[in-house]
């Protein structure tokens, strides 16, 4: 894909909007995440590395298929699953201390 751009300024607001897209995105795969949890019995289940290379595996082969760097997708999807995972971890431990309340 090749950009028709005339100057820095325009290039920065076309990156900010996109930003603006992956935050969206990001928000309503955090709701998806937490939705998650409450499927997940315990801490393994939500780290489940294998389902994260299944994911990597994905997304790097989409990559590829759209033209875009698969090292970039592949370093960004770990960080993104590991960031992701933490958040689910907390919000499990919130919804087992839910649970074991009387």
Do not use: W
């Not at 994905?58 to 990559?63: F, R």
Request: aromatic residues 4%; glycine residues 2%; contains cysteine.
């Amino acid at each position: 894909m090749e950009v028709d751009c005339s100057s820095l300024e325009q290039v920065r607001a076309n990156i900010d909007r996109i930003d603006r897209q992956l935050v969206t995105l990001l928000s309503e795969r955090g709701t998806y995440v937490a939705a998650a949890a409450r499927f997940k019995k315990t801490t393994d289940d939500v780290q489940a590395p294998q389902r994260v290379e299944q994911v990597i595996a994905k997304v790097t082969a989409l990559s590829r298929e759209l033209g875009a760097n698969p090292n970039v997708t592949e370093q960004v999807y770990r960080a993104m699953i590991s960031a992701f995972i933490q958040a689910e971890l907390a919000e499990h431990a919130a919804l087992s201390n839910t649970a074991n309340k009387p």
